[in-house]
């Protein structure tokens, strides 16, 4: 059996829209547009609890992201899970969603350990980081 504890990362970019009907109609943001995800997967747990099998599951599921038809590809944020996006918050939201679609395809086991980051490079000026059940909170582990 492995001890210590194993960390596993992937990252990556996932292109994806919406828009922001809060913003005033002239506002360019108002109407739909695109922003590059920088989406990172970081596993971190006991090495007795990562197989190979679950590392694989999250490999996976990382190219599943990033792949073209992928869930998030060019896809708009506003009709995922029903709409329940939250344009005031977009990056935050999709940690949170990313989160939830990871952890449904990993082993029970690796779900508590699993943070999601998230960032728009063009308008977050830091990832938003997402621990599952918790609150986003940012990189000092301030709520966002």
């Not at 869930?71 to 999709?94: I, K, N, V």
């Not at 952890?103 to 508590?112: G, K, M, V």
């Amino acid at each position: 059996m492995r001890t210590g504890t194993l960390a596993l990362s992937h990252q990556v970019v996932v292109a994806a829209y919406h828009s922001l009907p809060i913003l005033p109609t002239w506002h360019p943001c108002n109407k739909h547009h695109g922003h590059d995800f920088r989406i990172t997967l970081e596993l971190t747990a006991p090495a007795g609890l990562v197989t190979d099998d679950g590392a694989d599951q999250l490999r996976v599921a990382a190219a599943e992201l990033a792949r073209p038809g992928g869930p998030l590809h060019t896809e708009e944020l506003g009709y995922l899970d029903g709409g329940e996006f939250d344009p005031r918050a977009d990056s935050q939201w999709l940690a949170a969603w990313v989160h939830r679609w990871v952890t449904a395809r990993l082993p029970d086991a690796l779900s508590t350990y699993l943070v999601i980051q998230v960032q728009a490079p063009a308008v977050d000026r830091i990832p938003v980081v997402h621990r599952g059940s918790e609150d986003p909170v940012d990189n000092n582990g301030q709520p966002v």
